[in-house]
């Protein structure tokens, strides 16, 4: 293209030919851009402590932390009294139930401990988590034969989840009400949220306070956002009981 | 109408590309701020609305550059664009700073200038490629989403303190920020802020009007 800032004048710059720093910068970005990408994810487990503690000492979350973001869909979140809590669990079982913090805590407690692995690539690892299994809970509640799938309420009144009934009789499934080792907090979707190891961190709904037995998988809310309903990390099931 | 006293910097359609691209930057600081700080994120909360908002923007971002310089309006936005990539000695003479500076005459934009809009250039482009995969890879790309996300937030603080920078110098600067409004700018700024790019008004436009009068050139910066 024809161009008055002829590289060869000396006039603009004497005695000097230009060099192409706008390329170089470029490049230079771009180049970078693409290694994280390629290989972020060493990055960010070797920044992982380091990243994490200066997060917490200025507030701010940091590229590479092992610190968890915090998601609500609605304009605020519900902040529900441990005494006031319940779970219901109806649709297609033998005896519905209504289930207090008390009541889970009675129940046979298990603990895992996981990372929390968000689809859109963050991840905190080595959680502590402990609950009851859903499958445990799912048995107390008798599932009749008819039933296949589970449909799963937050008590903000628009986030909703599902799984198949397969899915739910997994061992990593946690109605939890403890993580990071405490009770599970308001801004984390305490008192009671669920906990899927193997899938991606949507389908650990926050605010659990219904789980509806039928026989259709019901997409919920991030999958009507086109996420995938059936959200495996990395794409496929893991092994049951190796989570 | 312009004023004898002043010369064209920016025309129409690169005000234009500026303003929507600075608008649509905004936005996206805003939202990705609200999705990425947890204080604002619990505050402001509605999380699909806001990411829908900020994606949507994303993916327009480089709608109003690739525009500009798609129809036969694009005359002056390329030459402006290429004087951001072609440094001279006086472009890195600038990063010397106002009292060591050795006085060599500038080009339309200076150093910092230059290096602001080929880093938020590229921020750009690797902030809309980084997103895509975050938000539109299969799920079995986690991998890659992981260090997608990590550059992302990255690319977040840098494009702020860019940004902060930027917004900074225009504010401290009066005739270079009229001039993003309505095009134009002082003769006599030119003559000593931009002393090769002056010298390349005269010959290129004859103007005879000013440039007659004035003396040859070597109106050097102080």
Redesign the interface.
């Given at each position: 293209?024809a161009?008055?800032?002829d590289?060869t004048s000396g006039?603009?710059?004497?005695?000097?030919k230009?060099?192409?720093?706008?390329?170089r910068?470029?490049?230079?970005?771009?180049g970078?851009?693409g290694i994280?990408?390629?290989?972020?994810?060493k990055?960010?487990n070797a920044?992982g402590n380091v990243s994490s503690a200066v997060s917490n000492a200025i507030g701010?979350?940091?590229?590479?932390d092992d610190e968890?973001?915090?998601?609500?869909?609605?304009?605020?979140?519900p902040v529900i009294p441990a005494d006031t809590y319940e779970l219901t669990v109806d649709g297609m079982v033998r005896e519905p139930l209504r289930l207090r913090l008390a009541d889970l805590r009675s129940m046979k407690r298990t603990k895992l401990v996981h990372q929390f692995?968000c689809?859109?690539?963050?991840?905190v690892p080595d959680v502590h988590w402990e609950g009851v299994l859903l499958r445990d809970v799912l048995d107390r509640a008798g599932v009749t034969s008819r039933a296949t799938a589970l449909r799963l309420f937050s008590a903000d009144g628009a986030y909703t989840e599902s799984l198949s009934l397969t899915q739910a009789h997994r061992p990593d499934i946690l109605v939890a009400d403890k993580m990071l080792g405490a009770n599970v907090t308001a801004?984390h979707g305490g008192p009671v949220r669920l906990y899927v190891a193997p899938m991606?961190g949507y389908k650990s709904i926050k605010w659990l306070n219904r789980i509806e037995v039928s026989n259709e998988v019901v997409p919920g809310?991030?999958e009507d956002?086109g996420?995938?309903v059936d959200?495996?990390?990395?794409?496929?099931a893991p092994v049951a009981g190796r989570p | 109408m312009s004023s004898l006293a002043e010369v064209s910097r920016f025309d129409l359609v690169e005000r234009l590309v500026h303003w929507s691209t600075a608008i649509m930057m905004m936005t996206l600081i805003v939202t990705g701020a609200i999705?990425?700080?947890?204080s604002l994120?619990?505050r402001?909360?509605?999380?699909?609305l806001v990411?829908?908002i900020h994606v949507i923007t994303g993916l327009c971002l480089l709608g109003p550059l690739l525009l500009g310089v798609a129809g036969p309006w694009r005359k002056q936005l390329?030459?402006d664009l290429?004087?951001?990539?072609?440094?001279?000695?006086?472009?890195f003479d600038w990063f010397r700073g106002p009292t060591r500076r050795s006085g060599l005459?500038r080009?339309k934009f200076n150093g910092g200038q230059?290096?602001e809009?080929?880093?938020l250039?590229?921020?750009m482009?690797?902030a809309l490629?980084?997103g895509v995969?975050?938000?539109f890879a299969?799920?079995?790309w986690?991998?890659?989403?992981?260090?997608?996300?990590?550059?992302h937030?990255?690319?977040f603080?840098a494009i702020v303190a860019a940004v902060v920078t930027h917004v900074a110098f225009a504010l401290s600067k009066p005739d270079q920020l009229v001039s993003m409004f309505n095009g134009r700018i002082p003769r006599s700024w030119a003559k000593s802020h931009a002393g090769?790019w002056w010298?390349?008004l005269e010959v290129?436009k004859g103007d005879v009007s000013e440039a007659g009068s004035a003396e040859p050139r070597g109106g050097s910066s102080p």
């Amino acid at each position: 293209m024809a161009d008055e800032l002829d590289e060869t004048s000396g006039g603009r710059y004497p005695g000097t030919k230009p060099v192409h720093m706008g390329r170089r910068t470029v490049l230079g970005i771009l180049g970078l851009t693409g290694i994280g990408i390629a290989v972020g994810t060493k990055i960010d487990n070797a920044l992982g402590n380091v990243s994490s503690a200066v997060s917490n000492a200025i507030g701010v979350p940091l590229p590479g932390d092992d610190e968890f973001r915090y998601y609500t869909i609605t304009g605020s979140y519900p902040v529900i009294p441990a005494d006031t809590y319940e779970l219901t669990v109806d649709g297609m079982v033998r005896e519905p139930l209504r289930l207090r913090l008390a009541d889970l805590r009675s129940m046979k407690r298990t603990k895992l401990v996981h990372q929390f692995q968000c689809v859109t690539g963050w991840i905190v690892p080595d959680v502590h988590w402990e609950g009851v299994l859903l499958r445990d809970v799912l048995d107390r509640a008798g599932v009749t034969s008819r039933a296949t799938a589970l449909r799963l309420f937050s008590a903000d009144g628009a986030y909703t989840e599902s799984l198949s009934l397969t899915q739910a009789h997994r061992p990593d499934i946690l109605v939890a009400d403890k993580m990071l080792g405490a009770n599970v907090t308001a801004d984390h979707g305490g008192p009671v949220r669920l906990y899927v190891a193997p899938m991606y961190g949507y389908k650990s709904i926050k605010w659990l306070n219904r789980i509806e037995v039928s026989n259709e998988v019901v997409p919920g809310y991030w999958e009507d956002n086109g996420y995938p309903v059936d959200a495996w990390i990395g794409g496929s099931a893991p092994v049951a009981g190796r989570p | 109408m312009s004023s004898l006293a002043e010369v064209s910097r920016f025309d129409l359609v690169e005000r234009l590309v500026h303003w929507s691209t600075a608008i649509m930057m905004m936005t996206l600081i805003v939202t990705g701020a609200i999705l990425y700080l947890p204080s604002l994120a619990l505050r402001v909360g509605h999380r699909g609305l806001v990411e829908n908002i900020h994606v949507i923007t994303g993916l327009c971002l480089l709608g109003p550059l690739l525009l500009g310089v798609a129809g036969p309006w694009r005359k002056q936005l390329i030459k402006d664009l290429r004087r951001f990539d072609r440094w001279g000695a006086s472009d890195f003479d600038w990063f010397r700073g106002p009292t060591r500076r050795s006085g060599l005459e500038r080009d339309k934009f200076n150093g910092g200038q230059k290096i602001e809009a080929a880093f938020l250039g590229a921020a750009m482009v690797g902030a809309l490629l980084t997103g895509v995969i975050m938000r539109f890879a299969p799920s079995s790309w986690i991998t890659w989403a992981t260090g997608a996300t990590l550059v992302h937030d990255a690319l977040f603080f840098a494009i702020v303190a860019a940004v902060v920078t930027h917004v900074a110098f225009a504010l401290s600067k009066p005739d270079q920020l009229v001039s993003m409004f309505n095009g134009r700018i002082p003769r006599s700024w030119a003559k000593s802020h931009a002393g090769a790019w002056w010298s390349e008004l005269e010959v290129s436009k004859g103007d005879v009007s000013e440039a007659g009068s004035a003396e040859p050139r070597g109106g050097s910066s102080p």
